[in-house]
């Protein structure tokens, strides 16, 4: 069972974009063995412009991260984490660092299928 994350971050350590700022996310894959590995950069054109959205730059994130299933950022707002909901992309909020949380997750998803 494989898990793709999507990452919003600036240096590529540490969750720290908010998901309408984040130029780029980085995609990694979670494999259900607690582990994952980087896949790839995506970059994207910023969603917020001064706390608005258009539909058509949301619309702009979501084909890039369309084979996503959670999205890690330090901030989302409602509207944009209920496009995500709308589109089955997962949206957490999760500041930290990247190999930190997502060994988290990792390890959560091989707990739940031993439940």
Avoid: W
Wanted: proline share 3%.
């Amino acid at each position: 069972m494989r898990i793709r994350v999507a990452v919003g971050s600036n240096d590529g350590k540490y969750i720290n974009q908010h998901f309408g700022h984040a130029q780029k996310f980085l995609i990694f894959d979670i494999n259900g063995k607690e582990n994952y590995e980087y896949v790839e950069t995506r970059n994207n054109i910023p969603s917020c412009n001064e706390g608005d959205h258009t539909s058509g730059s949301l619309e702009s994130t979501i084909n890039i991260l369309k084979d996503v299933d959670i999205v890690l950022v330090s901030q989302i707002g409602p509207g944009a984490s209920q496009y995500l909901l709308n589109n089955r992309i997962q949206p957490v909020i999760m500041p930290g660092f990247i190999d930190e949380k997502l060994d988290k997750i990792s390890k959560n998803l091989i707990d739940k299928k031993q439940e």
